[in-house]
């Protein structure tokens, strides 16, 4: 992995970052902005205006004060993204998809599925695996 060192001075106490120069240089922009978190918040934000009657009989759906939990979670960490904190925000969006993924993926996986919660579930790992590589690799 070859990538080069930038001092970067946050409000975290002068953490430094670092670029990337592979096949996740394309990506780092997307891990440095607010828009997958605040993508996923709208997107558990308007899964709980879905009323249950929608739903076919054994269908997994996560409980009306996890989506909006998550919802709320997921936009303060777009908060703290926007207010340039990098490395918090992405820390904060890899810790709590990875708890949603632990909460709910497995009963989410089995049939019968409904699309919105598979829709869920995949911007969870998108954002855990998104932010978690810049959380875990190019911040120090």
């Known amino acids: 992995m070859n990538f080069q060192q930038k001092e970067s001075s946050s409000s975290n106490g002068g953490s430094t970052s670092t670029n990337a120069t592979g096949t996740f ?13 605040l993508a996923l918040s709208s997107l558990f934000a308007a899964s709980a205006f879905v009323p249950p009657t929608l739903l076919r009989p054994n269908v997994y759906f996560p409980p009306y ?24 925000g992405s820390g904060i969006t890899t810790a709590w998809s990875l708890t949603y993924l632990l909460l709910h993926l497995r009963k989410s996986l089995r ?8 829709a869920m579930g995949s911007g969870a790992v998108g954002c ?3 932010y978690g590589t810049e959380y875990f690799l190019y911040q120090s």
């Not at 394309?26 to 978190?37: E, L, T």
């Not at 049939?111 to 598979?118: E, I, Q, S, V």
Request: no cysteine.
């Open 128 to 130: 855990a695996a998104l």
């Open 111 to 118: 049939t019968p599925r409904y699309p919105l919660t598979l």
């Open 25 to 37: 240089s394309h990506f780092q922009p997307y891990a440095r902005s607010k828009a997958p978190a």
């Open 65 to 88: 004060l996890h989506r909006v939990g998550f919802s709320v979670i997921f936009g303060g960490a777009a908060y703290v993204l926007s207010t340039g904190d990098e490395r918090n």
